[in-house]
């Protein structure tokens, strides 16, 4: 057996730490949700470090494919998973998961947009002092992500077919079609019409300059792991949802800092090769997985929730309360002027940050 690992260690060529914690994580997974203390630690262990392995096999896989297909790899595989786990959610509660999609997107698009960004942005504008990036595709990425963050979260407070924050069954499939076709331009866009649009050829040129090439074993060893990975890191925050969720009544927080922490498990793969993209100077990878996976959480859970809702005849409740609506314009202005002129600072990490704070601080004390 030990011979047989060794072959398939010498085939692949990775580490094989980033192999094993995935697999053992995934195995934690038939331990159903922890009944004490010990239990839970053991899986957030392993949550962390499949967390860790997805950053790993991501970046092989961006080394390998190049860039921008290695981000959007990796923010495709944790939306899709994701929004696997959302309908999953609802096909099992049915009517009381009507405000899930919502409270989901919008706590991805400020953990993304305002989290992510400005980590990043702080993070690399302190080692590198200012960093630059090719703006065109960052300014198409926003003008998408603001036409679909209005046409699903604040458009139907003002529809009146349905009364309240409700599409009609007709919007309904309209946006849903509306948000899968922005999606595919994106990505039609991204990886072969405009390509250089979301390169920047300073960092291309330094990229991974010095390692030796990926073959293509490797590669495809790092996907399937990479998988792995993603859906023991989904399944294994659900699991230890009841555990955050007993934490945050003990400290009289509301129950929606349950959902706000679930996304940010969910989301860490991409943050985490985020940030270390932004540290090495590849700040337009950085931004490429944030607007990236803003644009794939509402493009493609929005198709599929609605066909969910439509056919077993569910109702979402997809329109913000005043509170979102402000902080969700506040942010989509903001990230168009921070990132309007094709270099960062400091300045613009930390602004993003303190919409994220609000954001964090208006959800605990409403």
């Avoid at 990229?207 to 590669?219: I, L």
Wanted: charged residues 10%.
């Amino acid at each position: 057996m030990a011979q047989s690992a060794s072959k398939i260690r010498n085939l692949a060529g990775l580490a094989p730490w980033s192999v094993v914690v995935p697999v053992l994580a995934l195995a934690a997974i038939a331990l159903g949700k922890p009944d004490s203390g010990l239990l839970a630690l053991v899986i957030g262990v392993l949550l962390g470090g499949a967390i860790i392995a997805a950053v790993y096999h991501a970046e092989v896989l961006a080394h390998y494919l190049g860039e921008p297909f290695g981000t959007l790899t990796l923010a495709l595989a944790v939306t899709v998973i994701e929004v696997s786990l959302i309908v999953s959610i609802m096909l099992g509660e049915g009517g009381a998961s009507q405000a899930l999609a919502r409270d989901t997107l919008m706590a991805a698009i400020m953990i993304t947009i305002n989290g992510i960004v400005g980590i990043c942005l702080l993070a690399g504008g302190r080692r590198h002092h200012e960093q630059s990036y090719t703006q065109s595709g960052v300014s198409a990425g926003l003008a998408m992500l603001a036409t679909l963050s209005v046409l699903v979260l604040i458009l139907p407070n003002y529809t009146v077919s349905e009364p309240g924050a409700f599409y009609s069954s007709r919007q309904l499939a309209f946006v849903a079609a509306i948000s899968l076709s922005v999606y595919a331009t994106f990505v039609w866009a991204q990886t072969i019409r405009h390509r250089d649009h979301f390169l920047h050829h300073i960092e291309e040129a330094d990229d991974h300059a010095h390692e030796d090439p990926v073959p293509r074993s490797k590669a495809l060893a790092a996907g399937a792991v990479l998988l792995v990975a993603l859906v023991a890191v989904v399944v294994l925050a659900k699991t230890l949802s009841p555990t955050i969720e007993a934490g945050v009544a003990a400290i009289g927080a509301p129950q929606a800092l349950v959902g706000i922490i679930i996304a940010t498990l969910v989301l860490a793969p991409e943050g985490f090769a985020a940030y270390r993209a932004a540290k090495a100077n590849r700040v337009q990878n950085s931004l490429n997985l944030a607007i990236g996976s803003a644009l794939a959480a509402i493009g493609l859970t929005i198709p599929a929730v609605a066909t969910v809702a439509l056919v077993l005849g569910l109702e979402l409740e997809l329109g913000l309360s005043a509170k979102g609506v402000v902080l969700l314009a506040l942010t989509l202005l903001v990230a168009t002027l921070t990132l309007g002129r094709g270099r960062t600072t400091v300045v613009q990490g930390v602004i993003h940050l303190v919409i994220f704070a609000t954001y964090l601080f208006t959800t605990i004390v409403p």
